[in-house]
């Protein structure tokens, strides 16, 4: 069995077993936040670490689908006619965010989405009829899949537990496609993609929906989970989150946002109980993963353990070795 | 019915002319040399050529087939290939990768977003070949990034090929190398079949000269003299561009 696999088999036991050995039910919906915005951030990623292309406007389109959701329940829609609402107006969302952000890639397509974000925002917060404005609109109950209420957190932890695999292998599956490899290949040499016959704008807005699908999941588990959205959820900030639990954690990979989404949601529901400047410590942990490890906590990792087995490897035959002017043994 | 066909192509940055109501016919299966100085436009040629440039003015066509309105991906489609004289490859992937993604590139395959790539046997059998053929299917699993400059150059070379192209353009494919690493790429560009169409930049004058049978001079993005070997090395023109009056 390979490191990767055991890896893999420890991640699985210890997310099916959180309820049994996290201490309490707000450490078990802790665990439900960090698997949701990990679904968020693998969202982000794809447009990040396998597109090239930094958003700060993807809080709009998570919003979109929590509204979208939120409203329609208000409107007194089942959950699963919300639920479909939710992801077709966020995938209707995301398509025209794409057709306009597309046009250009690098400070432009960062700018573009900003704008667009910032746009969401402000329809949010000023489109009273629909979003009620700053009170925001509240959501009574959660869904019964299967006559299963998802009340306890335990409960609905599985359920996010559920989606989140079902985001991560769907991710991995699209990474690991034609499509995910000719989206690599528009990141890095773009020119010579077209050269080949690839449609470098088509393979772009593919990802974009993937990434826009994505994040919708994530803001449909979101609003079930907080049972509240406010425009609060589409600031500038709630974009450039999952930008950094990205970049934290290694963009590119598929561990890294989830591994980026586990640091800031921990730091900022658990250590934000014993530090009053929060804030202050995950700007300072960010400031770190720069410095040592710039590309992101898991590559980083991989790395320097990579460099102490080399060492411990080489080690015993550097014992054996002789010194100057001493025979060989 | 000719392979490659430029009728009057006008390009302009600001108030530079590139090119000046070019014209060029290259027949099927010839093998066709493009020399000039630096700064004759050889290289933008190839770009308005394959679309990545728009002429201001002027046709390009390919086999009677039109070019000029399409996009650079189409071009390839219907059968132009090309490289590049600063060498652009995916320096984070493997040999067979970059070889892989050339073949991808004309495959239905590539909207696939269900599959794995590195489970198309198929595709990847025909990597390996291709990789084969420019002698570096022993390298096929290495990262580019470990690989010399002549046997970049040979990638790159392996993913024009993989295409099956009809019209091959080659922008200085023997720049950077050393004497042995010339020779083998030029025993790989004898070995291409007629099938091939094949345009060529090239500086080096000790290999392209026996490799072309029709040679074209450009300078100030105009054609000085053209024709075959001995026509143009006995006109005084070329000698005047490449060594002053």
Not at chain 2, 185 to 213: G, Q, W, Y
Not at chain 2, 232 to 237: H, K, L
Request: hydrophobic share 50%; glycine share 10%.
């Amino acid at each position: 069995m390979t490191a990767t696999r055991i890896g893999f088999l420890i991640a699985a036991v210890s997310l099916l077993t959180v309820p049994l050995w996290v201490p309490g039910d707000y450490y078990v919906s802790v665990c439900s936040q960090i698997l949701i915005y990990a679904v968020f951030a693998l969202g982000v990623d794809v447009l990040i670490g396998y597109g090239g292309l930094v958003s700060l406007g993807h809080a709009g389109l998570f919003g979109i689908a929590s509204y979208a959701v939120a409203y329609s329940l208000a409107a007194g829609v089942g959950h699963i006619a919300a639920i479909l609402i939710g992801l077709v107006l966020a995938l209707v969302g995301t398509a025209i965010f794409a057709a306009l952000s597309l046009r250009v890639t690098g400070i432009g397509f960062i700018m573009i989405t900003l704008a667009i974000g910032e746009l969401l925002w402000g329809l949010a917060y000023r489109w009273i009829s629909v979003t009620n404005g700053d009170n925001g609109i509240s959501v009574a109950s959660r869904p019964a899949p299967f006559g299963i209420a998802l009340d306890a957190p335990s409960h609905f932890y599985y359920a996010t537990l559920f989606v989140f695999a079902l985001s991560v292998f769907a991710t991995w599956v699209f990474i690991g496609s034609p499509l995910g490899a000719s989206l690599k290949g528009t990141r890095d040499q773009p020119r010579r993609m077209n050269a080949l016959g690839y449609h470098v704008w088509l393979i772009r807005f593919c990802a974009c929906m993937f990434s826009g699908l994505l994040t919708a999941i994530a803001g449909i588990l979101f609003i079930y989970y907080t049972q509240f959205i406010s425009p609060q959820t589409l600031t500038l900030t709630a974009s450039a989150e999952p930008v950094l639990m990205v970049i934290s954690g290694g963009s590119g990979t598929l561990l890294g946002p989830i591994v980026g989404a586990a640091l800031v949601e921990i730091v900022k529901n658990i250590a934000s109980a014993y530090i009053e400047r929060w804030n202050m410590l995950l700007g300072a942990i960010f400031v770190a993963i720069v410095i040592f490890m710039p590309e992101g906590l898991v590559p980083g990792t991989t790395r320097l353990v990579r460099r102490l087995l080399k060492a411990w490897v080489k080690a015993p035959t550097a014992a054996v070795e002789p010194t100057p002017g001493e025979p060989a043994p | 019915m000719t392979a490659l066909s430029i009728h009057k192509l006008e390009k302009s940055f600001g108030g530079l002319r590139v090119t000046r109501g070019f014209d060029l016919v290259v027949e099927p299966g010839e093998r066709r040399l493009i020399i000039g100085p630096n700064g004759a436009g050889k290289t933008t040629l190839f770009n308005l050529v394959t679309g990545e440039l728009r002429p201001d003015a002027g046709s390009v066509t390919l086999f009677d087939q039109e070019l000029t309105r399409l996009p650079s991906r189409r071009r390839a489609h219907l059968g132009l290939s090309r490289t590049y004289q600063i060498i652009t490859l995916f320096p984070k992937d493997t040999l067979l990768r970059n070889v892989t993604l050339s073949l991808l590139g004309l495959s239905r395959l590539r909207w696939n977003p269900l599959l794995r790539l590195d489970r198309q046997r198929s595709l990847i059998a025909l990597a390996e070949a291709a990789l084969a053929r420019v002698g570096l299917g022993h390298l096929a699993h290495r990262p580019l990034a470990e690989t010399s400059y002549g046997e970049r150059r040979r990638v790159e070379i392996a993913m024009a090929l993989a295409q099956n192209p009809r019209v091959l353009l080659l922008d200085e494919p023997f720049a950077g190398l050393s004497v042995d690493e010339r020779r083998d790429v030029k025993t790989l560009l004898f070995a291409i079949p007629r099938d091939v169409t094949i345009v060529m930049i090239e500086h080096d004058m000790d290999v392209a000269l026996d490799f072309a049978e029709r040679i074209t001079v450009m300078h100030f993005g105009e054609i000085v003299v053209e024709g075959t070997r001995a026509e143009v090395v006995a006109d005084p023109r070329t000698k005047e561009i490449y060594l002053g009056e």
